[in-house]
């Protein structure tokens, strides 16, 4: 296990329902679930390395959450594999997600908390 899993590993996002607190705002948090998989461990050791995201171990499943945005990049996370990661197994790899994903480009899929940030990277002709 690496530094950056242990570290890590044991954080629990979840609460008891009674200790939820209820607001009246709008989150601009996103994330990613995985079933744990060697290519989901790669990818939690890259991102925990990254300032500002969680990564929770769970027994079959893995979590990473951020707030604002979050950047996977293809390249670190094929160093991390040994082997080439792309945009599409990357999505293969990842069960759910909230947040609105965007494939930037060849080498990076970003997930946005905030819609109107997503919206400059999306193409949308309303013709």
């Known amino acids: 296990m690496t530094q ?3 570290t890590h590993h044991g954080d629990n996002i979840f609460v008891p329902l009674k200790d939820v607190k209820f607001e009246d ?3 601009h948090q996103c994330g990613v ?12 050791e890259v991102m925990a390395a990254k300032p500002g995201i969680r990564v929770t171990y769970m027994p079959a499943l893995i ?14 996370i094929s160093e991390a594999l040994g082997r080439p990661m792309t945009p599409h197994l990357f ?28 919206m400059e990277y999306i193409k949308y002709d309303n013709k």
């Open 4 to 6: 950056a899993q242990t």
């Open 91 to 118: 999505e293969i790899s990842t069960s759910t997600h909230y947040g609105r994903m965007v494939m930037v480009d060849d080498n990076t899929v970003t997930l946005f908390g905030d819609m109107n940030e997503a």
């Open 33 to 44: 679930t995985m079933n744990d998989s060697v290519e989901a461990r790669a990818i939690a």
């Open 63 to 76: 979590r990473i959450d951020g707030e604002g945005k979050i950047v996977f990049r293809m390249e670190e």
């Open 25 to 27: 705002t709008v989150s």
